[in-house]
Every structure is written in structure tokens, then in C-alpha cells.
């Protein structure tokens, strides 16, 4: 900034003396246009992500800081700008996601929907703590914090706030891979304390349903992988630091069978599902000397990864802001080291029985918003018993169906005589 330059549109650097006055009106030159378009690039190439404010414009810098001073001055807006955003800034942000639209995007309107901290409710901030201690203790990720506070509390924290409420790292010990019924009991235990302590109306489900997901899709693979064996929770060594600056040792793949690695997110962002598959392609590659392909199998798809893995974006970027310099890395594209694939196409990958593990997964769906914790916490140990039981699976998993249609879902032993004893 000190040498005085700023940049047009083109990226190309012209000096503060040099620089012509730009016209911004519409009827006598293209550059509003030109702004606009060079936005929704930004945003489709990820150079941009889910929201933006004043300042982002400001930071930009070059045209679009001087398309901002044009168009939303505090006083005498000019006819132009009244007659193009008749609403001032909020018909900028329905303008621009009308032109994201196409490409399945969103943004959020910081400048309007997002209050800063003193001004969010009691409750809102007794929220946020929760979340805080489930993201210290690394039962949950920060942008799954963030995720979670926006689409099912309604909470949204801007970038800063985010920093402000999330600046400690997770805290990880190397430690055996818990069981999924030691994890639905771990989380359902610290929230229920931290439930009592705030007074706060919170449930775990959001987290359960997560584990319910990973429990049937590790059912379906040791149904499908039955004459191999399927590891759960392998725990590999790994030194990374994460895209909010913290750093971990380990990663935990979800599913192995031999050279295949599983990795399942019921919905996810962008950066969760890199974080996660680089550093597991990176920790099997220094484990076992071998460059593999990751399988995501997801609940819900994520617009901007879809969109990144539509285009195979190259994956050295990332890796090196996660600090994963790995020589596999160098040329390798996202559709070469990722295979992105959703359940239900998944399942169907097993023509004779795909369909029972489709059809308990709308089952779930139908039913995980009205049954109790204890419920759930049912469907998670049993899933995980039938899982690792690995004969009969789609007969055991039907009984558990029944059992969830029928509202007969009962205690720990009732799914140790039904579906086996889980496997150490």
C-alpha cells in the first residue's frame, strides 16, 4: 500500500496520480457490470467465501473499493445508484446471489444479519458456549461449530466473531479410538452437564446425527467389504495445523479396509472436508508408503467443494496452507485423490441389497427430529453392534427399523441379545 498503487478489474497495478476518474453510470460506461461480474468469480473460484460486507469490498481494494464509495455513500446517493440498487446495499447481496444462483451459492449479508457480540441475547451467547466447550475438547471442529450455530440455532458470527469465540485450538491426546457408543455417551454426557450448569434448552442430536449417519454407512461397508475386514477409528500420527492456525498430531480415518479409507460428514463445509481428506491421504501415505484415493461419502453435498471438484482443482494449495508438503500432493487434482460420492449412490453399488440400507436412511431422516436421546443413543450402539457383528447385517439392520417404526426401541442389553456384542 505504501508504493500507491491499487489495481483495475484486469489485476493490472496503476498508480493514484495516474488513474483516470472511473464513470460508474450505467447508461454511459460497463463498470458497475464489470465489478459485478468479476464478484461472482471471486465467489464461484472460492477466492471469496459465504458472505461479504463493506469492508470486504474495501480490502479488495481498486475498483471495487471505489465502486463501493460510488454506489453506498451516507449522503447524496447518486440517481444512478438509486435506480441500480434501489434498496442501497440489500439489493446489491440479492443481485449477486441472483448470478450465484446458477452455480447453487449463497452469501450472507454480514453487513445486515450478523450482530456483533454485545448486541447478541443471553441465550445466544449461552449457545455459543456450549460450542465452545464441545470445539476445546474436540468432539467437533470449529467450522462445524460455526455450521451448526447458523443452519439449526440461527446464531451467524462473521469471520471476527468466529476468531473471538473459537481461538483456542483443539486439544488432542494420542488415546485408542473410542467406540461410536463411547463417543454418543461422551457427548451426550458433557452437554447435559453443561446443559445443566446454563439452564439451556440444547440437545445433542445435532451430533448424534452425524454418528447415526457413520453408523450406517460403516454397517453398509461390512456388509459389502464382508470378506475383508473393516478398522474403524484408525488413529494415525500426523503433524498438520488446521486453516484456523491450530495444530494437531493425529487424524482418525473413519473406515479402513486395506488400502481404502472411508471418511463420511453428513454435511459439511469446504474446508472441513480438505482438512479432513488431506491430512488422512497425507498420514496413510507416511504410514504405509502409499498414495491412495479417499472415499466422502456425504448426507448432504457441499455447494463449494462440489464446485471445486467439478472444475479437479489442484490440491498443492491447500495442502500447503495445512502445512502437508507431501511430494503426491505436488500435481495431484482433487478427482485423482477424492472420490466424492453421496450414500445413496453408495449403497446402490450393492444391487442385490443397497436398497435396506437406503431405505433405513430415509427411515432416519423421517424419524431422528422426534425420538428421544435415548433413542438415539439406541440406534448408535446397535448400529455400531451390527456393524461389527458383520454377518446378516440388512436382516439385523430391518429388526432395527422395525423396532424404530414401532417405537420399541429400549435398552443397551435389548441390542447386545439382538445384534451381538461389539468387537474390541
Not at 30 to 45: G, P, T, W
Not at 212 to 225: K, N, Q
Not at 367 to 375: F, L, Q, R, V
Request: charged fraction near 25%; charge should be negative; include cysteine.
Amino acid at each position: 500500500m505504501g508504493s500507491g498503487e491499487s489495481h483495475n478489474l484486469l489485476g493490472n497495478p496503476q498508480s493514484r496520480e495516474q488513474r483516470p476518474r472511473t464513470q460508474w453510470n450505467p447508461e454511459q460506461s460497463d463498470a458497475v457490470e464489470r465489478v459485478m461480474c468479476a464478484l461472482v468469480e471471486k465467489f464461484r473460484s472460492r477466492e471469496l467465501l459465504d458472505e461479504i460486507r463493506p469492508t470486504t469490498l474495501l480490502q479488495l481494494g481498486g475498483d471495487f473499493a471505489l465502486f463501493y464509495s460510488a454506489a453506498f455513500p451516507r449522503e447524496n446517493v447518486p440517481k444512478w445508484a438509486c435506480k441500480r440498487f434501489p434498496k442501497g446495499w440489500n439489493s446489491f447481496i440479492e443481485e449477486l446471489n441472483s448470478r450465484l444462483e446458477a452455480a447453487g451459492l449463497s452469501i450472507l449479508d454480514s453487513k445486515r444479519s450478523i450482530a456483533p457480540y454485545r448486541k447478541l441475547s443471553a441465550d445466544a451467547r449461552d449457545v455459543i458456549r456450549v460450542f465452545q466447550q464441545l470445539v476445546d475438547s474436540a468432539e467437533i471442529s470449529i467450522p462445524e461449530a460455526v455450521q451448526s450455530l447458523r443452519d439449526d440455532f440461527k446464531i451467524q458470527l462473521s469471520e471476527s466473531q468466529q476468531r473471538t469465540y473459537f481461538r483456542q485450538p483443539c486439544k488432542i491426546e494420542p488415546s485408542k479410538a473410542d467406540s461410536l457408543d463411547e463417543r454418543v455417551r461422551k457427548i451426550t454426557q458433557q452437554i447435559d452437564t453443561l446443559r445443566s450448569e446454563l439452564g439451556l434448552q440444547f440437545s445433542p442430536t445435532v451430533f448424534l446425527k452425524g454418528l447415526i449417519f457413520e453408523g450406517l454407512v460403516g454397517a453398509f461397508l461390512a456388509h459389502h467389504y464382508r470378506d475383508s475386514r473393516v478398522e474403524r477409528q484408525v488413529r494415525m500420527p500426523i503433524t498438520y495445523t488446521d486453516f484456523e492456525g491450530h495444530p494437531h498430531k493425529e487424524v482418525y480415518l473413519d473406515f479402513r479396509i486395506e488400502f481404502l479409507i472411508f471418511e463420511t460428514k453428513l454435511r459439511n463445509d469446504y474446508r472441513n472436508i480438505m482438512k479432513s481428506a488431506l491430512s488422512q491421504l497425507a498420514a496413510f501415505e507416511a504410514c504405509t508408503g502409499r498414495s491412495i484415493r479417499l472415499t466422502i461419502v456425504y448426507g448432504e453435498p457441499c455447494p463449494h467443494f462440489q464446485i471445486a471438484y467439478d472444475q479437479n482443482l489442484l490440491l498443492i494449495d491447500d495442502a500447503n496452507t495445512l502445512g502437508l508438503q507431501t511430494l503426491s500432493f505436488a500435481e495431484r487434482r482433487i478427482q485423482d485423490a477424492i472420490e466424492y460420492v453421496s450414500a445413496h449412490d453408495l449403497f446402490a453399488r450393492d444391487v442385490c441389497f443397497g436398497h435396506h440400507f437406503t431405505s433405513a436412511l430415509s427411515v432416519f431422516r423421517q424419524h431422528w427430529d422426534s425420538i428421544t436421546i435415548n433413542e438415539l443413543q439406541y440406534l448408535t450402539r446397535s448400529l455400531d453392534q451390527i456393524t461389527a457383528s458383520t454377518e446378516n447385517i440388512p436382516t439385523k439392520l430391518e429388526l432395527l427399523l422395525t423396532q424404530l417404526r414401532e417405537g420399541r426401541m429400549s435398552d443397551a442389553q435389548l441390542a447386545s441379545r439382538l445384534f451381538g456384542e461389539p468387537k474390541e
